[in-house]
């Protein structure tokens, strides 16, 4: 499975971005997908993950209501990140991932449960 994301870039404070993971394969009944985040000198932190079938999301307290994942209903094997009210502290490297849903047990935020990533893109939030 291949994963590209797409869709960072540099915003201001209070904006909206939409980040897209295209993927390569149909597996989104039978894995879950998820979006996480990363700076420099810290764990990557995931932010947003939506189940098998796609039924169910889970978010980080960190994101609270500004963050919505979705499967893309125009783009086959897409999926979205909606990004609201963009702060500072959304600065970091996006990636896209994905795993079996055997081994995520339903919509997991645990970057240890992925074994497919994309590359990553870059967001920044000025201030």
């Known amino acids: 499975v291949q994963l590209v994301e797409s869709g960072g870039g540099s915003v201001q404070t209070g904006g909206s971005l939409t980040l897209s993971c295209s993927i390569s394969e149909t597996i989104y009944m039978d894995n879950c997908l998820g979006w996480f985040r990363q700076v420099p000198g810290k764990e990557r932190e995931g932010v947003a993950a939506i189940g098998v079938g796609g039924d169910r999301t889970t978010y980080s307290d960190s994101v609270t209501d500004r963050f919505k994942i979705s499967l893309d209903n125009t783009k086959t094997n897409t999926l979205n990140l909606l990004i609201n009210n963009l702060e500072p502290e959304d600065s970091a490297v996006y990636y896209c991932?994905?795993?079996?849903?055997?081994?995520?047990?339903?919509?997991?935020?645990?970057?240890?449960?992925?074994?497919?990533w994309g590359q990553g893109t870059q967001v920044t939030v000025s201030s």
């Open positions: 991932a994905t795993t079996p849903g055997y081994v995520c047990r339903g919509p997991s935020l645990l970057s240890r449960r992925y074994n497919f």
